[in-house]
């Protein structure tokens, strides 16, 4: 406790403030955009470290409520920060302090009212977002998650005048709101009839719902949030509005907002609800395991470096959803000691997918500045035009693909501990559950690591697959910051594991009342449970694999010579090779599109040999769309035509209308 | 409780399995090959062929391409630390491996992962039709052998609840002999997983340069030089690496205990022995089999992750 008697709430709550009169700044201020680029952004990304420190602070402090005097008559606003609200403020504030930073740069091309609109709903989003981790009851959690939804909304259709980002917009409107309705309808369930102020999280605990209730409650929850995370079937926007989004705001979509879903599943799982089943957590670990088997699957099969990384995305919120059922799991059956394991390595991914993923979106908003292409089959070869860029993508290439000594490798390292410890569990079948879900992870896993070297080979290395390539800047000032801090919590997470699993002991401590603490005792290895099972230390890691590396090196130019010899690439006999001949991004792809065949629906047109102008088409779609969701829309259009019978817009018409249903409501009083 | 003394002493016993393995591993590669001349009725060139090549390597004039990029040249280097690395943390005399503590059998199949993303990347970085092949094909080769080597790995954590290498094998060898259910299915996984993961028929073929057939052969096309002795050092450094984590997980026995410096050299003849039979078995498993189409690989390694899910599901089941 501090004298002063300030509260980390209270600074959150300026903060949100202060945020708010930067949005409104940037929209009075669109006459000047140098202003808004180089002193709101920057100013806002201050504001995003200070949140970032004020969530750390809040990890060790008692939680602090408030309640404002706004919101309904019975209802006012309550606040509250708690450590599982801290851990997402830092992961908020750390992942958009790196995305401003990069925005300070990214938006100079832009002016006047675009500009100032686009720099208040970006702070809208923000301050949704924050309002979401900070919300204590249910009414400010829905104005918030709606702020969220519809400046992210906004955001995404900034380039409105593209009739595809309307059509995705739209979509993503559409599955917001279903998942917007679910959410609402679990709080419904949870406040359990008990009137309006009943709507308070803190009366939510205290519900003590029956059995089938809270199923109810966390089924809606599940729906709800898995639509706002992409969680399979929900997915189908994700991949259609994040690459529509300005990069910057793609990133924060990504990085942070799929996390406020994480967020809401683990609120209300853990803390609304009091009691949990087991099946929950098998559902949750099953959909996670489509969800990310499903997502790096399509990841590999695409030609557009956004979409690439939304289906990404999807596979690391299946990845997350893994962690949480596992959680539930253990928790059911009282082993708090690895459900609390299961947990940090869900939160722990969850940070990183923020950290790496922004990085990689504001990464292609560098690249989409630098060649104006999306399409990787036109990119190539750009690591000789963008050093900075390409250098610190490949910091977040290497950490998304969950190699050591990166930040990647620690959460997966922690999720597949807590598989390996978890024989023992009294029901057998969910024990022979767990080997093949390991198996499946490490797949996904594995998958990744070649959807990365796609990724990152076609865009960045190679030939220039068109000649404007040549062209190409490197990323500017801003730009580089806001990656460079972007890149260096990838490196830091994945160097620092005690710290941070000591940090996440917080939350764990809070939901579980079991935390993992650290066997080994020191800061150099970390070693959940216990030390003699397992222990991993990524410092020792790095200055080995490092010290080796630099051995080897002096050793071969002391010994031998350094000598090199500039020359034409091995053309194999056949001299006429050009850079149309690399792999494509649907070449790099075919592999798994062929051996992954089923999930596809794929089209293709392939030109006969005899063509004079010969084109190839070939794309794969998710036939989900089509089981799934073109029937549910084919229904609505129907009832919505049969509805519009009854629309014929003539005044009459509604009269008797109204005179109908009066007599009809007569004759049942 | 380990002392002072005994700390060091495996620390300086880290640092020589260091230099032992790689010292030995081209002759092991180079027994391979000698065994598979024999096999063929050829004389061969002898088990002491890859050190002439590797020399014959490092004293020529790198000739790299014009655009290759700063990635390009510093892969040899990062994959040939890797391998050393791996196969430096592999208990194979003694048990005493300090390192062993910051990196357990998930970052040894990281390490394999950092080496494989690193050399795919410089394949693609000249751009040359057969990089981005090569790269794409050991991508594909690598996404089901890796799970699959997980989940063998598994099996052994799973039997002595430690991910540790020198856990396991310590586990492993000191148990009567008894044979594991689980660790027959992931021994028939492994040899699959080795087959694959090192380049070898019937996945790939080492000694090809016919170029459809080429997997890793495509990816370090454009090396010469010592870039390309570093990268064929590398090889025989994994091809070791792998039969140790053979020997350390199925035949174990015989391996020093903590702190029994005495039984190192019985441990050393042992090992020497199970290194040459291991050989020998590869030269015969490539002599016998035929290289098969580059898309019968998934099936063939689909099979391999099944083979070590299988393993791990009867260790579940049957405890054992």
């Known amino acids: 406790m501090n004298a002063v008697g300030i509260l980390p709430l209270d600074v959150a709550g300026w903060l949100v403030q202060f945020w708010i009169a930067l949005g409104v700044a940037g929209l009075f201020l669109q006459r000047a955009p140098q202003l808004i680029n180089n002193v709101i952004f920057p100013l806002s990304a201050l504001t995003s470290l200070l949140l970032a420190a004020t969530g750390l602070w809040a990890l060790a402090m008692p939680t602090s409520v408030m309640v404002l005097p706004l919101g309904l008559p019975d209802l006012p606003f309550h606040l509250r920060l708690d450590p599982l609200s801290g851990f997402f403020l830092i992961l908020l504030g750390a992942a958009s302090l790196g995305v401003s930073l990069f925005s300070a740069g990214y938006f100079k091309t832009m002016a006047g009212s675009t500009l100032g609109l686009l720099c208040l709903e970006y702070h809208l989003f923000l301050i949704g977002m924050t309002l979401v981790l900070l919300a204590d009851d249910a009414y400010m959690f829905m104005v918030a998650w709606e702020t969220m939804a519809l400046a992210s909304y906004f955001l995404v259709t900034t380039d409105h005048a593209i009739p595809d980002i309307r059509k995705a917009g739209y979509l993503y409107l559409l599955i917001a709101h279903v998942g917007a309705i679910a959410i609402l309808l679990s709080f419904g369930v949870m406040q359990g009839g008990n009137g309006i102020a009943a709507y308070t999280f803190d009366a939510m605990r205290g519900a003590h719902l029956t059995t089938f209730w809270s199923s109810a409650a966390f089924l809606l929850a599940l729906f709800g949030f898995g639509a706002k995370a992409g969680v399979l079937p929900m997915h189908v926007w994700l991949p259609e509005a994040h690459p529509a989004a300005p990069s910057p705001v793609s990133a924060l979509m990504s990085g942070v907002m799929l996390k406020t879903a994480i967020y809401g599943i683990l609120r209300v799982t853990f803390d609304l609800l009091d009691t949990q089943l087991w099946w929950w957590g098998v559902l949750a670990l099953g959909l996670g395991l489509l969800t990310a088997v499903f997502g790096v699957m399509f990841a590999a099969v695409q030609g557009d470096m956004k979409r690439l990384l939304a289906y990404s995305s999807i596979e690391n919120i299946g990845l997350l959803l893994v962690g949480i059922g596992l959680t539930l799991i253990f928790h059911v059956y009282g082993k708090d000691a690895l459900a609390a394991l299961a947990l940090t390595a869900t939160l722990y991914h969850s940070l990183n997918h923020a950290m790496f993923k922004s990085l990689l979106f504001v990464g292609t908003g560098a690249i989409l500045h630098a060649t104006g292409e999306r399409n990787m089959g036109r990119l190539g070869g750009l690591i000789r035009r963008m050093p900075w860029a390409s250098g610190l993508m490949l910091v977040g290439v290497l950490a998304i693909s969950g190699l050591p000594p990166l930040n990647g490798f620690v959460s997966e390292w922690l999720l597949l501990q807590a598989f390996l410890l978890s024989p023992g569990l009294p029901n057998s079948y969910i024990n022979m559950l767990v080997p093949v879900a390991a198996a499946v992870i490490a797949l996904a896993a594995a998958l990744a690591a070649y959807v990365m070297v796609k990724f990152y080979g076609v865009i960045f290395l190679g030939q220039p697959r068109e000649h404007a390539l040549e062209h190409a800047h490197d990323a500017g000032i801003w730009e580089r910051i806001g990656m460079g801090w972007l890149a260096l919590a990838c490196v830091l997470l994945g160097l620092a594991p005690v710290y941070v699993v000591g940090q996440l002991d917080h939350v764990s401590q809070m939901l579980l009342g079991a935390q993992l603490g650290n066997a080994a005792g020191n800061w150099i290895f970390l070693a959940p449970v216990d030390t003699e099972r397992a222990s991993y230390s990524p410092l020792y890691f790095l200055l080995a694999v490092l010290g080796v590396m630099l051995l080897t090196s002096v050793l071969v130019r002391r010994l031998y010579h350094g000598r090199v010899r500039r020359s034409d690439p091995w053309d194999c006999g056949f001299p006429a090779q050009t850079a149309r001949m690399q792999d494509t991004a649907e070449g790099f792809g075919q592999p798994i599109r062929r051996i992954f065949e089923p999930f596809f629906k794929i089209e293709r047109d392939v030109p006969s040999p005899f063509d004079t102008h010969p084109r190839y088409h070939g794309q794969s779609d998710d036939r989900l769309w089509y089981i799934l969701y073109l029937p549910i829309k084919h229904l609505t259009e129907k009832f919505s035509s049969m509805a519009g019978l009854l629309q014929h817009g003539r005044i009459h018409l509604y009269l008797t209308y109204t005179f109908v249903t009066l007599v009809v409501l007569l004759v049942f009083v | ?320």
Not at chain 2, 13 to 25: I, S, T
Request: glycine share 6%; charged share 10%.
């Open chain 2, 1 to 320: 409780m380990m002392t002072e003394y005994d700390l060091l002493f495996a620390i300086l016993f880290q640092l020589a399995q260091l230099l032992l393995v790689v010292l030995l591993a081209p002759l092991l590669t180079g027994w391979v090959n000698q065994c598979q001349a024999w096999l063929q009725n050829r004389s061969g060139a002898g088990v002491l062929q890859p050190y002439r090549v590797l020399r014959k390597l490092f004293h020529k004039d790198a000739v790299i391409a014009h655009n290759a990029s700063w990635l390009f040249r510093v892969t040899p280097y990062i994959v040939f630390g890797c391998m050393w690395l791996a196969a430096a943390i592999i208990p194979i005399i003694a048990v005493d491996l300090p390192f062993s503590q910051a990196a357990d059998v998930i970052a040894l199949v990281g390490v394999f992962a950092l080496a494989r993303v690193f050399i795919s990347l410089a394949a693609m970085d000249i751009g040359t039709a057969f990089g981005s092949l090569g790269a794409r094909r050991e991508m594909l080769v690598s996404f089901l052998a890796e799970p699959a080597l997980l989940m063998v790995l598994f099996t052994a954590s799973m039997i002595s609840h430690s991910t540790q290498l020198p856990r396991i094998v310590d586990t492993l060898a000191h148990h009567q002999f008894i044979l594991y259910p689980s660790l027959a299915f992931a021994a028939l996984a492994f040899v699959i997983v080795l087959l694959a993961e090192n380049a070898r028929i019937p996945v790939d073929n080492p000694s090809t340069h016919l170029e459809l057939t080429m997997i890793h052969e495509a990816m370090i096309l454009e090396y010469s030089a010592r870039h390309l002795a570093l990268i064929e050092w590398a090889s025989s450094l994994k091809l070791f690496a792998y039969i140790s984590i053979g020997i350390a997980l199925f035949v174990p026995h015989g391996i020093a205990e903590v702190g029994n410096w005495a039984g190192l050299p019985l441990a050393i003849v042992l090992l020497l022995l199970k290194l040459m039979l291991a050989g020998a078995g590869l030269a015969v498993l490539e002599t016998v089999m035929a290289k098969m189409r580059i898309f019968r690989a998934p099936e063939f390694l689909g099979t391999a992750f099944l083979l070590a899910v299988l393993g791990l599901l009867i260790h579940f089941l049957l405890g054992a």
